[in-house]
C-alpha cells in the first residue's frame, strides 16, 4: 500500500508538471524563435536604408555593417542592388540569383526561409527585405542569413532545464510520498501486526486506537473481538480440564470395580463378560483421552515458537524405544546430522510424534522399522515418520484424517490420533499428508514453518 500511494503521488506530481512546463517550454521556445526573427529583420530593414540612400558615405556604413556583422556574429549579412543599378562599394552577394532576392527585388515586403542557407555552409533561417528609395522604387534587397545551431541550444538549454527541474521535482516528490504514506498506513501496519499475533496465539495483544476515524474504529473492534476470543478459549479451556477430571474419575472407578468382579468371579461366563465389560471401559477410557486431547487442540491458540525438531525427535524415540523394542521394531534418525529448526507451538511436536509413533507400531511388523528424517527446503521445515506396515490405499488416505476413522489394521484404535495430529500442525501454520512409504508401507509428510 506505501508503494501504491507513493506512486500515485509522483504521477500526479509528473502530470501536473507535463500540464504546466511542456506548455511553457513550447511558448519559450516559440518566442526565442520570434525574437531572433524580429532581431534580423531589424538589421535587415537598418542595411536596406542604408543600401537605399544611394551615396558614398551610406555605402560606406553598410560595408562596415556587413562586416561587423561577418566578425561579430555566427551569421552573414548580403546585399544586391536591383538591375541597372550600380553597385558601387558593396561587396557582391555571395549567391545573387537567389529567389528570395528575386522575390524581394518584385516587391515582396518580407521572405523568411528556413533550410540550408548560401554563404553559411550550415542550416539556418535567412530575412530578405527589399530596398527602396524615396520615390518606394525598389533599388535593391537585404538578407540576413543566421544559423540555427544557436538557437538550437539555447533550446535545448530551456528543455533540459526544465527536464532536470522536473526529475529534482519528482524525487522530492518521491520522498515526501513515501513519507506521507508511510505516515497514513502507520495505524494499518499495527493492525496488521495485531492480526499477525493473533493468528500465533497472542490473544493479550492490543493496538491503539490511532488514525482517521475509520482506522480507529477498526483497531477498536479488533481489540474488542480479542477479548471477546481470549475469554471464550479460556471458558474452553476451563471446560476441558474439568470434562477431564469429571470423566476419566467415574471410568477409573468403573474399571477397578469390573476388576475385583472378575477377580471373585468363580462363573467362567461371568468371567467373560466382565472382561468383556472392562474391554470397553478400556476402549471409552481411550476414546475420551482422545476427545479431550482433540479438544485441546482445538482450543491451543498458544503463539509458535523456535523449536529443534533433532532434539525432540530423539527424546520421543528414547520413550519409545523399550515398546519398539519388545514388538521388535527398530526406531531411527535418518537425514542430514543436524537438523533444521521450526516455528512450532510448545508441547505440539512431542504430541504429533506421540500419536505417529503409536499408530506405526501397532501396524508394523516384528523385524521392521521406522524412521524419522527432517529437512529444510526454503521456507520449509519438512518432517517425515515412515514405516514399514501394510499402509493405506491412495483412495483413503485423504479419509485418515477423519475423526473416529479407523483403517482394516487398526480395528482397535480410537480413530482420532491423525485427527488430533492434522489439528496440531494446521494450528502452527503447517501442512500434513500421507504417501506410501519406499519400499511398502506409510509415510506421514508434514511440513512447518522455517525459522528466518
Known sequence: MIRQLTVSYVVLVAVAIAAFTVPVAWVLTDQLSDDAISAARREADTAALLLAGGDVPSQRALVALMDAYRRQ???RLDAVTAPGRPAGSVPAAVDPGDESFTRALAGEQVVVEWGHQAGLGEEGFAVVVPARDARGEVVGAVRVSYPSAPLDRRQWQIWGFRGVLAVAVLLAAALLGLAFARRVTSPLRAL???AGRLRDGDLAVRVEETGPPEVRTLARTLNTAAETIDGLV????????NASHQLRTPLTALRLSLDNIADAARDPELREDVDQA???VVRMSRLVNGLLALARAEGDVSAPE???VGDIAAGRLDVWRAAADEKGVA???TGTPTWPDALITRGHLEQILDNLFANALEVSPAGGSIRVAAVRDGDRVTV???DEGPGISPELRERAFDRFWRGDSRPGGSGLGLAIV????EDDGGRIRLDAATGGGLRVIIEFRAVV
Open 73 to 75: 556574429t555566427p551569421g
Open 192 to 194: 496488521d501486526r495485531m
Open 234 to 241: 479460556r471458558s474452553q479451556r476451563t471446560f476441558i480440564a
Open 278 to 280: 472392562s474391554a470397553e
Open 306 to 308: 523456535r523449536t529443534s
Open 331 to 333: 526406531l531411527e534418525l
Open 384 to 386: 517425515t515418520v515412515a
Open 422 to 425: 492434522r489439528q496440531l500442525v
